[in-house]
């Protein structure tokens, strides 16, 4: 169950960031998971709601950069914001993925095989009217059922 929940969080942090474009949320900066606000759904990891969960977001037109960190660790990851599919890694397993722009919202789809099976993820990406707090809800299928969440981050 925690190589599930760190799946989560990993790919949700991942996939925190947008293009510059017109009507497009800009996401850079540094960012603090709000536990108190956030609905991390069923089964919640008290690993995951007792850690500081930080996110630095830098990005170009072309490409998101990011990098979570969780108490002493710390993982960078890229992703391509035109539409093309990015692989990065996690806990050793690979993770595809691609964006698209719906208006002002970020989706992200992702796969990643496991050995107990391949886990689908989608991230539903927005940033709110002042551009201090990100909203990524978040929708996980596993051979084990799904799992919804709704993570909060504040800009620092």
């Known amino acids: 169950m925690k ?44 690993t995951l709601s007792t850690a500081k969960v930080t996110i630095v977001i830098k990005q170009t037109p072309a490409v998101l950069a990011t990098t979570r960190i969780v108490g002493e660790r710390s993982e960078t990851a890229t992703h391509k914001l035109d ?20 208006g002002s919202t970020l989706i992200t789809k992702s796969v990643m095989s496991t050995e107990h099976g391949t886990g689908e993820s989608t991230f539903v990406q927005s940033l709110s009217a002042d551009g201090r707090v990100m909203t990524i809800d978040t929708t996980i299928k596993t051979p084990n059922g799904v799992r919804k969440m709704q993570l909060i981050y504040d800009k620092q």
Request: proline share 2%.
């Open 3 to 46: 190589r599930v929940a760190a799946f989560i969080l990993f790919v949700s942090l991942l996939f925190s960031g947008s293009a510059f474009a017109l009507g497009r949320p800009d996401f850079s900066g540094t960012w603090t998971l709000n536990m108190a606000k956030s609905d991390m759904g069923k089964n919640q990891s008290s």
């Open 83 to 102: 539409g093309g599919e990015s692989v990065n890694m996690a806990g050793g397993k690979e993770i595809r993925s691609t964006c698209r722009w719906e």
